[in-house]
């Protein structure tokens, strides 16, 4: 079993006539929280829509669990138990949470094959999902909708979960709970890559973080080293954490 679960090597990702990623080189440690951090722009949600296939690399490889999947479909790479949670949600607005739910299960053709015990844990983490269960998605708060995008990503067990800015827009209250929820995630063994702007959400989450910048990974190491080391950050990201 390899130490790093996800790793790009030298990936390029042209879209149309631009060149976007310029030679990434990123790893994902086994069983840990990483963060994609950097300036709009510097590249982060086209690596994540690269490592999930939606967009192909033009050079470099992708490899998950020792296996290259640089040319992987997308409908293949999920079903290795790999969820994308993308910056718009992509919540279904006419399904109720229910029905968005259960389309996001595999393993289930109707509501009652779904592991009452997972649900259970879901509701634990986002209260709010088990409350308007039966209303339509599209009349959720933002907050609400990122509940149900991540609890859609986890309704059955994943290895790898990738979540593109989940603290965008919420309330303070809202993130903490979205902290806990990930804490508890990663707690229990899956492995997470995030992409995200609030610092204290990096901080109080992260394991290691990689920064991204023109399209390339400009530092890689602990998330801790790089909160105390004021220094780095303003060299990095232009600001103090």
Request: hydrophobic share 45%; net charge neutral; charged share 20%.
């Amino acid at each position: 079993m390899t130490t790093n679960l996800l790793a790009l090597e030298g990936v390029h990702t042209h879209i149309g006539a631009y060149h976007i990623l310029h030679g990434v080189d990123l790893v994902v440690p086994r069983g840990q929280l990483t963060l994609l951090l950097g300036r709009n722009g510097a590249g982060k949600t086209t690596t994540l829509r690269t490592i999930m296939g939606l967009w192909k690399a033009s050079q470099g490889r992708v490899t998950f669990n020792g296996k290259d999947i640089t040319r992987t479909e997308t409908p293949q790479i999920a079903a290795m138990d790999v969820a994308y949670v993308p910056e718009n949600m992509g919540v279904f607005a006419d399904l109720t949470v229910k029905e968005n739910m259960l389309l996001a299960a595999r393993k289930a053709s109707n509501i009652g094959q779904l592991d009452e015990q997972r649900l259970k844990w879901i509701f634990s983490l986002f209260p709010a999902v088990e409350k308007f269960w039966n209303q339509q998605a599209g009349k959720l708060s933002g907050g609400q909708k990122q509940m149900l995008a991540v609890s859609r990503a986890i309704v059955e067990p994943r290895e790898l979960l990738i979540v593109d800015e989940p603290s965008k827009g919420l309330a303070p209250a809202i993130i903490n709970n979205m902290i806990d929820a990930f804490s508890q995630l990663k707690a229990s063994g899956v492995t997470i890559l995030l992409v995200e702007q609030n610092i204290n959400f990096a901080k109080r989450l992260g394991d290691s973080v990689a920064v991204m910048d023109n399209g390339r990974v400009v530092h890689a190491g602990s998330m801790q080293a790089l909160a105390e080391d004021a220094a780095l950050q303003q060299s990095l990201l232009g600001l103090a954490l």
